[in-house]
């Protein structure tokens, strides 16, 4: 067997005299082909930093708890002030009881002194307002689809105003409220 690296001599008998003439070995051609994958990671939606979140089935759904500036809200109220202040939200609400459920815990750990009121984003639908304390809540901007629970939980109404509010110290019940009430609020949105 000859090695593949050799050099190969032709040995020729002339005369008694050898004579080697250096032979090369035929040329290999290796082909190398790569590959290269690009793999992207695409990272799951976050809230903003200081906002609790809660999972909703359609997505992570984020909220903030807090009291109002010292200014007041503005002309445009809370839902203003959340729209232009808290990242494009609008006043928070919710899909599922389990879901104010831990809105309720979440705000048992928020310190909103000297309110004692949170406003959240569902309103009365009437015709003509001052609406009657019997005219349904309902969710406004889209932050919730489930109206059941927009006006459900431990009502106490007063006719104090159109908009929904939950009690801190009465375990989160809603009462009604004016709408350009100067108290705590909570903005939600999707996260993104």
Same mark, same amino acid.
């Given at each position: 067997?000859?090695?593949?690296?050799?050099?190969?001599?032709?040995?020729?008998?002339?005369?008694?005299?050898?004579?080697?003439?250096?032979?090369?070995?035929?040329? #290999? /051609? =290796? %082909? !190398? *082909? +790569?590959? #290269? /994958? =690009? %793999? !992207? *990671? +695409?990272?799951?939606?976050?809230?903003?930093?200081?906002?609790?979140?809660?999972?909703?089935?359609?997505?992570?759904?984020?909220?903030?708890?807090?009291?109002?500036?010292?200014?007041?809200?503005?002309?445009?109220?809370?839902?203003?002030?959340?729209?232009?202040?808290?990242?494009?939200?609008?006043?928070?609400?919710?899909?599922?009881?389990?879901?104010?459920?831990?809105?309720?815990?979440?705000?048992?750990?928020?310190?909103?002194?000297?309110?004692?009121?949170?406003?959240?984003?569902?309103?009365?639908?009437?015709?003509?307002?001052?609406?009657?304390?019997?005219?349904?809540?309902?969710?406004?901007?889209?932050?919730?689809?489930?109206?059941?629970?927009?006006?459900?939980?431990?009502?106490?109404?007063?006719?104090?105003?159109?908009?929904?509010?939950?009690?801190?110290?009465?375990?989160?019940?809603?009462?009604?409220?004016?709408?350009?009430?100067?108290?705590?609020?909570?903005?939600?949105?999707?996260?993104?």
């Amino acid at each position: 067997m000859i090695h593949p690296n050799s050099i190969y001599c032709l040995f020729w008998i002339i005369s008694h005299v050898s004579a080697c003439i250096p032979m090369v070995p035929p040329e #290999t /051609t =290796t %082909t !190398t *082909t +790569t590959t #290269t /994958t =690009t %793999t !992207t *990671t +695409t990272l799951p939606p976050v809230c903003p930093d200081g906002w609790f979140s809660f999972q909703r089935t359609n997505g992570l759904w984020c909220y903030i708890i807090a009291t109002p500036p010292a200014d007041g809200f503005g002309a445009g109220g809370a839902q203003q002030y959340c729209q232009d202040n808290q990242q494009g939200s609008f006043l928070n609400g919710f899909e599922t009881a389990a879901e104010r459920t831990q809105f309720i815990s979440d705000l048992n750990t928020v310190d909103i002194a000297p309110y004692n009121f949170v406003l959240i984003g569902a309103k009365r639908v009437c015709a003509v307002e001052p609406c009657a304390t019997t005219d349904p809540y309902e969710w406004q901007n889209g932050v919730s689809t489930n109206n059941a629970l927009a006006g459900d939980f431990m009502p106490f109404y007063d006719g104090t105003g159109d908009c929904q509010s939950m009690e801190k110290d009465m375990g989160g019940r809603y009462n009604d409220i004016t709408c350009d009430a100067t108290t705590a609020y909570s903005c939600g949105k999707y996260a993104a």
